[in-house]
């Protein structure tokens, strides 16, 4: 049996991406959504999901790379001179492991997107962290910790078979993607045993870390009949329009074509004809290993 949780991440990063989610959902594919509640366009990506109670909301947690959700005055030690929480991904996961001060900020902040999820009132299907950071073990303790009082009962497993790169490692840069694969493996194993013994629900394997902003219409349909027997989940970065917060976000990344890939007909017809059964991250059963 082979199942498929389809993904949008950055729910609530600009209108554009909301769109997207909003038209991705009503007219394709997609069943399930990343939301970052301290990006823009939050409150209107909440509305959207309220209108859409088949779309199921997960969080999105950003500890890097993105504006946090408290004062940075409240968080100085996470913060760069943009008033971000710092895009030093290195030396930030350096100092969540070492520094007590630094953590207690980290808490802080953690927790305070828990709560706002939690304010909009919406179901949490899951949480997965921005850039993947819930690998860093400091902040997958903190997830799980604090997680526990808002309902958390899914993670995000970022593992990404590479059975689904062979085909593409002759393009520009697929030599460093796979690099970078077998460079995560044994932190992608370690968050695996943790997520077992948390008693969690997880996916097994995943599509769209290597082809992050390339997930167009032909790759995902190469992508289909690779998928390995059990749950994976594919995610996309889709936005109905381009716009000039998405091109500073992600230059090159291909926004519109992921919108595109997430409607296409040919999609759910490749699903159908493989017997792949799209699913959500709280249709899956609870681990029984905790």
């Not at 609530?12 to 366009?41: D, K």
């Not at 520094?99 to 808490?107: I, S, Y």
């Not at 997930?215 to 289909?224: H, T, W």
């Not at 990344?253 to 799209?278: C, N, Q, S, V, W």
Request: with cysteine; net charge positive; charged share 20%.
């Amino acid at each position: 049996m082979r199942a498929l949780i389809i993904t949008a991440d950055d729910f609530g990063f600009s209108p554009a991406v909301n769109e997207a989610v909003e038209e991705a959902h009503r007219r394709g594919v997609l069943g399930t959504a990343s939301l970052m509640v301290g990006a823009p366009a939050t409150r209107d990506a909440v509305a959207r999901a309220v209108r859409l109670p088949g779309l199921k909301v997960g969080l999105h947690i950003v500890v890097a790379g993105a504006p946090p959700v408290l004062s940075p005055s409240e968080i100085p030690a996470l913060i760069d001179p943009e008033g971000k929480l710092s895009s030093r991904l290195f030396r930030a996961g350096v100092n969540f492991y070492f520094r007590p001060a630094v953590r207690a900020q980290l808490t802080r902040e953690i927790r305070a997107q828990f709560e706002l999820f939690r304010g909009y009132g919406l179901a949490l299907d899951h949480v997965n962290c921005h850039k993947h950071l819930h690998l860093h073990p400091t902040v997958f303790a903190l997830i799980t910790e604090i997680g526990a009082a808002y309902g958390l009962k899914a993670v995000r497993l970022p593992y990404e078979p590479l059975s689904g790169a062979a085909p593409d490692l002759l393009r520009k840069g697929g030599a460093g993607q796979l690099a970078a694969s077998l460079f995560l493996l044994p932190w992608t194993g370690l968050l695996k045993r943790k997520i077992r013994a948390a008693g969690l629900r997880a996916n097994d394997f995943i599509f769209g870390m290597r082809d992050s902003g390339r997930m167009e219409s032909a790759r995902v349909l190469r992508l289909l009949p690779r998928l390995p027997a059990g749950v994976t989940e594919m995610y996309f970065h889709p936005a109905a329009r381009s716009c000039p917060e998405l091109t500073a976000e992600a230059p090159g990344a291909r926004h519109e074509a992921e919108f595109a890939a997430l409607t296409d007909p040919a999609f759910p017809a490749a699903l159908a004809e493989l017997g792949i059964r799209r699913v959500s991250f709280s249709d899956l059963p609870l681990n029984i290993h905790a």
